[in-house]
């Protein structure tokens, strides 16, 4: 079972940028990786996305501040977030599945693996 384990959230103030980290405990080659927000009690959107080949997707109108990027030697996905917003801040989950990372989702569920999480605030 693969597990991911994040890093890199915090508090920020609006304009501000972070960069969240995520490891994979085993080979994560072939897996589709990205990042889920929590929004609206226990759901979850897709914010950045990276196929198993690099193919990279966003979610508007977030894509212009986001970069998403991997490193599969490393196993590692990061999540480069700048000019950051109030809206922007929640609870990031680095997910991962064999198959493909589905936009909406219930927290933990649907998609394969999920991460515990990382916090992000961004201060007006």
């Known amino acids: 079972e693969v597990q991911l384990v994040e890093s890199g959230g915090g508090s920020v103030e609006t304009g501000g940028s972070l960069r969240l980290s995520c490891v994979a405990s085993?080979?994560?080659?072939?897996?589709?990786m990205g990042w889920y927000r929590q929004v609206l009690g226990n759901e979850c959107e897709v914010v950045a996305e990276?196929?198993?080949?690099?193919?990279?997707q966003y979610k508007n109108p977030t894509k212009a501040r986001l970069s998403i990027s991997r490193d599969n030697g490393k196993n590692t996905v990061h999540l480069q977030m700048d000019s950051l917003k109030p809206e922007d801040a929640g609870r990031y989950f680095c997910?991962?599945?064999?198959?493909?990372?589905?936009?909406?989702?219930?927290?933990?569920?649907?998609?394969?693996?999920w991460g515990q999480g990382t916090q992000v605030s961004v201060s007006s």
């Open positions: 085993e080979d994560s080659v072939d897996l589709e």
């Open positions: 990276i196929s198993h080949r690099g193919f990279k």
């Open positions: 997910a991962a599945d064999p198959v493909a990372l589905l936009v909406k989702v219930k927290c933990g569920e649907v998609t394969r693996y």
